[in-house]
């Protein structure tokens, strides 16, 4: 699968690792030290603390004339979000030693477009991507790395579909691979591309990653570096479980099934095109560039049953007991389509010869569970319905699960030892992955007896 990758590296680095200009000389510092980084993607400043807003969502507060912090408690006004803007690139440059004053005014204009609708929040979505490249690149060439910002609406990273969710264009690749980083390294925006008559359009959140996978694909680079503020995926939530360490290598499968269930660490779709080229994906910190990250890799020879343990809290468990439903044709399709019509995504719904559960967000059943359930009653006539609240969902997961009991029977036993009753339990059809439900407050010990019993420690 890796036949025709070549040994160029693309980095991408997000949010936390420009959102000033001391974590940029980090950023030059990492491109310097390996000369096949020649591709370099950048999001918009994230967060330099956990009380500040990103530059990205201050962005669209603006392009939202104060709707997007309305709901903040205390909401931002639209001019604070400008002033936010305009200092954090301000305060980049001065700390950079770049001249602000021109880009600084460039910037003053854009954020005044006249442009409405969902024109006006792409485009302002995207400046944050768009000043970071520039300044990145400004900085490069300063620092005697001669780079230029390859911006989406010059080169054309061409994209369809909705304004705020767009796609990229097949004929994307091509343009990106055309891109001539044999003189100076390319800095590119990630987040944003321009449709066919120019106008800006954004992916969904998170998107940066998503042009880095691009980029990475189109250029067939032997490896995609995704440098974040953390060390890796990790074993388990280190919030939770501080010794959780980070995973060395993991396979794109196994990564989605960790990430499906609570595990942040990568936008989706960005794995699409580097799974299909077998591009492998090196997740990074850019505050501790020589710990080892985490390698998701097409392939690999498992060694353990169980590489990482996902954990969903605030789940709520719909059950349902009637006579035979198993024997009654449609019967989990309709259940399934009334939690459709009420906007419900499911994630699990276990069933039985007269009974069936739906375990969803509970969050998603505020304001609507009544409804849900006389629809419920009216259109399936169940005995009994019941629901419960507050379940935790922990999901141990590995490819070396496949066709071995061992670990389920571990993790059964670790449970029962501590007297945790089991309110769920699925093998996932994959057979990598189970997940054991258990009630909310027996969740913190759970996850650390199913972390000992499956993981730490070896
Ligand atoms: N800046 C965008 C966001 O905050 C995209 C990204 O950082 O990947 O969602």
Known sequence: ?????????????????????????????????DERRRHIVVSAPGRRHAHEEKVTDHLLNIATHGAHFA?????????????????????????????????????????????????????????????????????????????????????????????????VHPDTSERIAAL??????????????????????????????????????????????????????????????????????????????????????????????????GVPIHIRNTNDPEAAGTRILNERVPEEGVVGIARLDDVGYIYLEKDDLSMEVGFTASLLRIFQDFGINTHHYPTDRDDIAVLVDQTDLKGSINDLRRAIDETLQPDAMEVVYNLSILTPVGLGLKHNSSPVADALQSLSERNIALEMFHQSPSQLCFHLGVSGAAADVAYRALYEALIGGD
């Open 1 to 33: 699968m890796t036949t025709g990758l070549n040994d160029t590296i693309v980095c991408k680095f997000g949010g936390s690792s420009v959102a000033d200009a001391d974590q940029i000389v980090k950023v030059r510092d990492i491109v310097a030290a």
């Open 71 to 167: 709901e903040r408690r205390p909401p931002i006004a639209v001019e604070d979000s400008t002033k936010a803007v305009n200092t954090r690139f301000g305060e980049i440059l001065v700390g950079l030693d770049l001249p602000s004053e021109p880009m600084l005014q460039e910037l003053d204009r854009d954020l005044a477009t006249d442009l409405e609708g969902a024109a006006r929040v792409a485009f302002l979505a995207s400046r944050g991507e768009h000043y970071s490249a520039r300044i990145v690149a400004a900085f490069l060439t300063a620092s005697e790395m001669p780079a230029s910002a390859r911006l989406p609406e010059d080169f054309g990273l061409l994209v369809d579909g909705p304004m705020l969710q767009a796609r």
């Open 180 to 277: 001539d980083v044999t003189d100076e390294l390319a800095v590119i925006p990630g987040y944003y591309g321009v449709q066919e008559d120019g106008t800006v359009a954004v992916f969904s959140r998170g998107g940066s990653d998503l042009t880095g996978g691009e980029v990475a694909a189109a250029v067939n680079a032997g490896s995609y570096e995704n440098w974040t503020d953390v060390s890796g995926v990790f074993e388990a939530d280190p919030r939770v479980l501080p010794e959780a360490r980070a995973i060395p290598r993991l396979t794109f499968k196994e990564i989605r099934l960790l990430a499906s269930k609570g595990f942040n660490v990568f936008h989706f779709d960005a794995m699409v095109n580097c799974r299909r080229r």
